[in-house]
């Protein structure tokens, strides 16, 4: 265990000749691999992640390394290709541990070794730490010496070591302590924890969390989440390691169940790993954690400096503290005793990567538990179709709370017809009914959310009368409006005129849709005089802490309207919030992108549920043009199982994911008539490559410029391979980097792969 073994088609593994290897995995020499000869004997040993002692240099001095890379082919003259000497008898480093997860992101995900590396290996960037650790007697000396003489009789010799070193000195530098002295880290919390010794740091780590002044309101579980919590553990000491899949609707106390189950880890010695989309890592979040472990949790987040970063993996791999709540990269936080993996918001598209490798964590994560033996928690009110399918097929357990605790109900939701609006001549933004409950709450000094989702908006074309969206006929994807008058698919690239009629009414009324909360924020102002508004977008958040500072004021009754993106649906309790009018549902309905359908649910869910988290009942109206679509009927009816059930029809239908697998390959250059002769090349080889090895058919839809097929001047040309089987979208994705790599035709052109995108290109 702890290493990644590479199984060719075959089934069998793959023995290979040589080993690419690196001596010192600091991030500057990542690239800086030596190839070394596999001696016969520890082939089967000899695999990726594994540390090895190999000679080095003239002297042929012995070092250790780790190998990151195993082939057939020497990139030397073979005779002058010096052999392993062997494998280093601590191979279950957590280093080894983490190469191993790269090697297998690198596989399933496409990127190169240095790319996977670099995403898995902290960044030891030149940050000097000042710190001065050290490791003190809790004892007398007589006391001490009684305690000496026990483990000279026991033979510990490492004990033995230590404590008559802490005789002479009572307080020793915990480096020389680790490394000259050579006491592993076990041996002293093993002490530490007996009374003998204890340790301490005389400067702080950057921590990023602040102490905070209050302590955690003592929760007690309600019978339903304590089962949930019991269950888990009971299966966690039975050796049970899995994945489990908590569904609970929003506010039902998934954060109280996973607070209850990681005391119970850290009382076993063991390390959680807590994932949260950076969007809901706030304040409050980082406070409930805080409260209850103080500072043996530290965050991770994308605004901490280089420094903060680096600190926080070493104390991770210090064993310094037992909790990492942070985004996708907390996933490679380094601790040495990993137990269990939390991923909240499991559904949340952030957890997919955008760079090289395009990795997800929740795949990723997965795997992490199994090299290093944790179980894993995904954690949603409104599952990823891929984990409910799962969960569903029995490969995840599925946990429920279907209900809020105690007084909090579940919002009553309106649905409202736009369309009824424009019919009774109301023009505004906001309904008549969504007027009314206004009214009512700024009269009752009660908080309104206003939410307008923008996130994935690309332009698409819409009846205002009859609700039509226009589509490509053969991807079943919205077309999005060109500056050229025409109508085109992403996906295929077909092609079409834009309408001036609407082609199921005839109506006049067609055009493509949008509208910002800039605009909201007005015409709210314009209806509701008096009431203070606050607004919450990419305009007003750019500053450091600004999203945390509108929310806070927010939160303490500073205005009575908050008007935004989907950032405002994460994160914050606003107990207050009695309303949540939901602008333009079909915004996210019709981006271009298969899975529009899935996130408008979610984001509809997660929306609703901000209305009434407290003693005050909520209401939540959805303003629609299609009040008939499954994405809102069911949000309206707060009912998962049956959308599930609805759109896994389409996905089976269209064969896309989780039916399905599919690959975006991405191709980008300066030049356009390249990128797309490049695109196209691709995908010829890979029909060639099919009839040459007889395999059976790929199904390639494009290639096509991209969506966005131009940014930063360079051109994006994408092309897509829907395919059941994942280990031959693997294998078609390890033809294409080949092909691509060496020929000619391809230079001063990137190719990137995604499996199973978040989002179309
Ligand atoms: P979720 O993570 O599912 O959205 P939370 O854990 O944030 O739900 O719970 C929502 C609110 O309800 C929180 O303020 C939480 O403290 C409270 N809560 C949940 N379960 C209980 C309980 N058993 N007793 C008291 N309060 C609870
Ligand atoms: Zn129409
Ligand atoms: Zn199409």
């Not at 190469?99 to 590396?117: P, R």
């Not at 309408?499 to 009414?505: E, F, R, T």
């Not at 980008?668 to 007889?694: N, P, Y």
Request: hydrophobic letters at 35%.
């Amino acid at each position: 265990m702890g290493a990644y073994e590479r199984i060719t088609q075959e089934g069998g593994m793959k023995v290979m000749k040589y080993a690419d290897i690196i001596v010192d995995i600091s991030h500057e020499d990542l690239d800086r691999t030596y190839q070394y000869l596999i001696p016969e004997e520890l082939k089967e040993r000899a695999l990726l992640g594994v540390q090895v002692l190999v000679p080095f240099g003239k002297g042929n001095r012995q070092i250790k390394g780790y190998i990151i890379g195993l082939s057939d082919l020497p990139k030397w003259k073979e005779e002058a290709i010096k052999p392993i000497t062997a494998i280093a008898e601590d191979t279950l480093m957590i280093e080894s541990q983490l190469i191993s997860l790269a090697g297998w992101m690198k596989d399933n995900f496409g990127s190169t070794m240095n790319e996977a590396l670099k995403t898995v290996l902290p960044v030891k960037k030149t940050v000097k730490q000042k710190e001065n650790r050290v490791i003190k007697a809790a004892l007398s000396g007589e006391e001490l010496q009684a305690v000496l003489e026990g483990e000279k009789k026991k033979n510990n010799k490492g004990r033995v070591r230590l404590l008559e070193e802490l005789l002479k000195n009572p307080s020793l530098d915990y480096e020389w302590v680790k490394n000259t002295l050579n006491i592993s880290l076990s041996t002293m919390k093993d002490l530490e924890k007996l009374g003998i010794i204890h340790r301490e740091a005389s400067v702080l780590y950057r921590n990023p969390v602040k102490q905070p002044s209050t302590v955690a309101k003592s929760v007690v579980l309600s019978p339903s989440q304590q089962e949930i919590a019991d269950d888990f553990l009971k299966e966690y000491h039975e050796g049970i390691r899995k994945t489990y899949l908590l569904h609970g609707v929003t506010g039902s106390g998934k954060t109280e169940v996973y607070i209850k189950i990681i005391e119970e880890m850290i009382k076993e010695g063991k390390q959680v790993i807590v994932l949260i989309p950076e969007i809901s890592l706030t304040y409050q979040t980082v406070m409930r954690f805080y409260q209850k472990f103080g500072d043996r949790v530290s965050i991770m987040n994308s605004k901490l400096s280089q420094g903060e970063k680096y600190d926080q993996y070493v104390r991770a791999k210090n064993g310094d503290i037992d909790i990492m709540i942070g985004p996708r990269s907390a996933l490679f936080t380094p601790f040495q005793d990993l137990g269990l993996i939390i991923m909240d918001e499991e559904h949340e598209g952030s957890y997919k990567s955008e760079n090289p490798p395009k990795y997800h964590a929740r795949e990723t994560a997965i795997e992490r538990a199994r090299l290093c033996g944790a179980s894993v928690i995904l954690g949603s009110a409104t599952p990823s179709l891929e984990s409910y399918k799962k969960a569903l097929e029995g490969e995840y357990t599925l946990y429920r709370l279907s209900e809020r605790e105690g007084e909090r109900k579940m919002p009553v939701i309106w649905t409202v017809d736009l369309r009824e609006e424009l019919k009774a001549r109301n023009k505004s933004i906001f309904s008549r009914k969504l007027q009314t409950l206004m009214e009512e709450r700024l009269k009752r000094k009660e908080q309104i959310m206003l939410f307008i989702n923008r996130r994935g908006y690309a332009g698409f074309v819409s009846c205002r009368s009859c609700g039509l969206v226009l589509k490509c006929p053969h991807c079943d994807i919205s077309l999005t409006s060109h500056n050229n008058g025409k109508l085109v698919c992403h996906y295929c690239g077909y092609e079409e005129e834009f309408p001036d009629k609407c082609p199921s009414c005839g109506s006049k009324y067609i055009a493509s849709f949008g509208t910002g909360t800039q605009k909201v924020e007005e015409m709210a102002k314009k209806e509701f005089p008096h009431a203070r508004i606050l607004r919450m977008d990419m305009d007003t958040t750019k500053k450091k802490g600004g999203h945390e500072e509108i929310l806070s004021a927010f939160a303490n009754g500073q205005a009575d309207i908050l008007v935004g993106t989907q950032m405002i649906v994460k994160g914050h309790d606003f107990p207050r919030v009695t309303l949540v009018g939901i602008l333009a549902a079909d915004l996210s309905l019709y981006a271009a992108d298969f899975r529009a359908s899935e996130r408008t649910f979610q984001l509809l869910t997660q929306a609703s549920g901000r209305a009434g988290r407290a003693e005050l009942s909520g209401e939540v109206v959805i303003q629609t043009y299609q009040p008939e679509h499954h994405s809102i009927v069911y949000a309206g009816k707060g009912d998962y199982e049956e959308f599930y059930k609805r759109e896994m029809l389409y996905r089976k239908l269209m064969s896309y994911p989780p039916a399905s697998h599919i690959m975006a390959v991405l191709v980008v250059s300066k030049e356009e008539e390249k990128g797309s002769k490049a695109s196209e090349l691709l995908t010829k080889a890979l029909k060639q490559w099919e009839e040459k090895e007889e395999l059976m058919e790929y199904h390639v839809i494009g290639p096509a410029p991209a969506r966005l097929s131009k940014a930063n001047d360079i051109f994006r040309f994408c092309f897509y391979i829907k395919e059941d089987d994942y280990q031959r979208l693997m294998a078609a994705k390890d033809f294409l980097d080949g092909f691509y790599r060496f020929s000619d035709e391809f230079q001063g052109i990137a190719v990137q792969f995604d499996f199973d995108p978040m989002n179309s290109y």
